[in-house]
């Protein structure tokens, strides 16, 4: 035996699946759902607010201090170069269960936000047990209605706009916070496999 390793190649590596669906709804309110599996050795003490304090502060990191995330007055927001409220909040409501932990992030108002649905939509984080011991990690975009699309009937253009601005920027943030996430309680890289899924009905975006 000559004791020299070989290195290590990605089939010697954990696959990580991050499963995803983002879609527009038949309100054209958008639906965007993405979730991983924590293994049963890094999942102790992960709950849904552990996971929303890490989004936030991923927010600021992935974005250079452009957008920063800020808690003042009852309410949290992301706001742009620290002055302008991108997406406004109220503070997380959290909810247990046997089955899962959740913590809520309603949306109250906000520059991307059409002005007629300010008081619509929620940003929610959740954990919940599998049957190995590990945990599933969920973050879920649901009845936001975008700026950029308009109103409730978006032209052509507005929902492409919306698709290849918003929508991507959004699903590559979460995208990357379940990668570095994994990573950080993993302690280890992991391939990382894209899993398209269907949870709700809708057009892709």
Known sequence: M????????????????????????????????????????CAAGVTAKTVCRSYLAAIDRQTWGL?????????LSFRLMGRYPLLV????????????DELC????????????????GELLFRVEPLPDGGSRVTLQLSDYCPLLLGSRRPSLFRRWLYRLTQAAIHRLVTVRFLVGLYRELAGADACVRLLRVKVREGRPT
């Open 105 to 120: 992030l309603r949306i109250r108002g906000g520059l991307l936000v059409q002005s007629d649905a300010c008081r619509r």
């Open 2 to 41: 000559s004791g020299i390793m070989k290195p290590a190649t990605a089939h010697d590596k954990p696959l990580q699946q991050i499963a995803c669906q983002q879609v527009l709804l038949e309100d054209s309110s958008v639906f965007s759902v993405q979730w991983t599996d924590l293994p049963a050795a």
């Open 67 to 75: 957008i920063r995330h800020r808690e003042w007055e009852g309410e």
């Open 89 to 100: 909040f109220e503070l997380p409501i959290a909810y247990g269960s046997t089955e899962h």
